[in-house]
C-alpha cells in the first residue's frame, strides 16, 4: 500500500515541431501577483516565449485558453529562463531569458482587461547584455551573500 497517490493536476502540449531543453522551464511568481500564485514559463529555441496559470482540470479535460497568459516569439532562441530578483532598486521578481549571444532582463506585468477579454500580459525589457562569446546555460543567486538581489554567473 502506497501513502502517496500521483494524479496529473494539469498538462499542456507546447509548441508545434518546437525544440527545448532542461533550462527552458522556471516556475515562480514572475508577475509579482499578490496572490503569489506561481506560473510556468516556457522558451523555445524557436523563439517563443510562453507564460501559463495552470488551474487543476478534471482527468480527460483539455487545459483551458486563459491558462496561457503570455505568449511571444523573440527575435533569437531561448536557450533558459530564470526568475529572480535582478533589477537594483525594486524587490520585485523580474525574468532573464538567455540568448545565444546575449543576456536579457525582462518585465512581465499584467493588467485588468475588459470582462469578455481578460487580463492583459505585457513584457517590457528592463535591460539587456551583450555577451563576447556563445552562452551555453547561467547560474544565479546570492553570490557574495548579498541578500537583496540575485547575480548572475
Not at 123 to 152: D, W
Request: charged letters at 20%; glycine letters at 8%.
Amino acid at each position: 500500500m502506497s501513502l502517496f497517490k500521483a494524479r496529473e493536476w494539469w498538462s499542456t502540449i507546447v509548441g508545434n515541431k518546437e525544440e527545448f531543453d532542461q533550462g527552458c522551464l522556471c516556475v515562480a511568481n514572475v508577475d509579482n501577483s499578490s496572490s503569489a500564485q506561481d506560473k510556468i514559463i516556457v522558451g523555445s529555441y524557436m523563439g517563443f516565449l510562453r507564460i501559463y496559470n495552470p488551474h487543476p482540470i478534471k482527468p480527460g479535460d483539455a487545459m483551458q485558453a486563459e491558462d496561457l497568459l503570455l505568449e511571444v516569439q523573440l527575435p533569437e532562441p531561448i536557450l533558459q529562463v530564470e526568475v529572480g530578483k535582478f533589477v537594483s532598486g525594486t524587490e520585485l521578481l523580474h525574468l532573464a531569458v538567455l540568448h545565444c549571444k546575449k543576456l536579457c532582463i525582462y518585465a512581465v506585468s499584467g493588467s485588468l482587461g475588459n470582462i469578455e477579454h481578460g487580463n492583459q500580459y505585457q513584457l517590457k525589457r528592463m535591460y539587456e547584455h551583450n555577451l563576447q562569446r556563445t552562452a551555453y546555460n547561467m547560474t544565479h543567486g546570492p553570490f557574495g551573500g548579498i541578500k537583496v538581489r540575485s547575480c548572475f554567473m
